[in-house]
T-cell receptor, first 110, second 112 residues
Framework: ETGVTQTPRHLVMGMTNKKSLKCEQH?????MYWYKQSAKKPLELMFV???????ENNSVPSRFSPECPNSSHLFLHLHTLQPEDSALYLC?????????FGPGTRLTVL | SQKIEQNSEALNIQEGKTATLTCNYT??????LQWYRQDPGRGPVFLLL?????KEKRKERLKVTFDTTLKQSLFHITASQPADSATYLC???????????FGTGTRLQVFP
């Protein structure tokens, strides 16, 4: 395993629900990332945290809200999502350019 | 506009042969290029990193080349095995940051 864990692995939610994705890394990295992966599309970078500060927000809708309470944990809070938000959400941590990914959360929005 | 292109069609090869995957990019000047492997329903796994001043890098049965003039990287798997079947992603750094820009990946299928 890569040392990056994500929970839950699968999530089904309605458009009015609020849920959170959790990511934890045990590699001592200072940078953490959220990506969205949809079928036939490249990985889309959503958010970057470096030393617990958000340094990147790639025009992500406000219905996605990240939180990084410390260098080992990263959350993605979800509310009032749309069916097109259904995808694999990947967390990664990084050091000197190389990124280590978690197994992802498969999200389905009904 | 910036673009990373990988062959979107699956590559099917026979076990024991060499698989060669291509990554082309435009309007980038990356400091390095990386290759990742991704299995269905899993996160990508880092394989190799090659810097702009390196022409070739090897790791066991893997070899990567990087031609900054052609703006192309080739990824080779020699003596391929069915266990090598996966999607392979190339990724470039963005403006010397820790941000990576990924290609769509090429699915490799090695059959016995």
């Amino acid at each position: 395993e890569t040392g990056v864990t994500q929970t839950p692995r699968h999530l089904v939610m309605g458009m009015t629900n609020k849920k959170s994705l959790k990511c934890e890394q045990h590699l001592g990295h200072n940078a953490m990332y959220w990506y969205k992966q949809s079928a036939k599309k490249p990985l889309e970078l959503m958010f970057v945290y470096s030393l617990e500060e958000r340094v990147e927000n790639n025009s992500v809708p406000s219905r996605f809200s990240p939180e990084c309470p410390n260098s080992s944990h990263l959350f993605l809070h979800l509310h009032t999502l749309q069916p097109e938000d259904s995808a694999l959400y990947l967390c990664a941590s990084g050091s000197v350019g190389v990124q280590f990914f978690g197994p992802g959360t498969r999200l389905t929005v009904l | 506009s910036q673009k990373i292109e990988q062959n979107s069609e699956a590559l099917n090869i026979q076990e024991g042969k060499t698989a060669t995957l291509t990554c082309n990019y435009t309007n980038y000047s990356p400091a390095y290029l990386q290759w990742y492997r991704q299995d269905p329903g899993r996160g990508p796994v880092f394989l190799l990193l090659i810097r702009e001043n390196e022409k070739e890098k090897r790791k066991e049965r893997l070899k990567v080349t990087f031609d900054t003039t052609l703006k192309q990287s080739l990824f080779h798997i020699t003596a391929s095995q069915p266990a090598d079947s996966a999607t392979y992603l190339c990724a470039l750094d963005s403006h010397n940051t820790d941000k990576l820009i990924f290609g769509t990946g090429t699915r490799l299928q090695v059959f016995p």
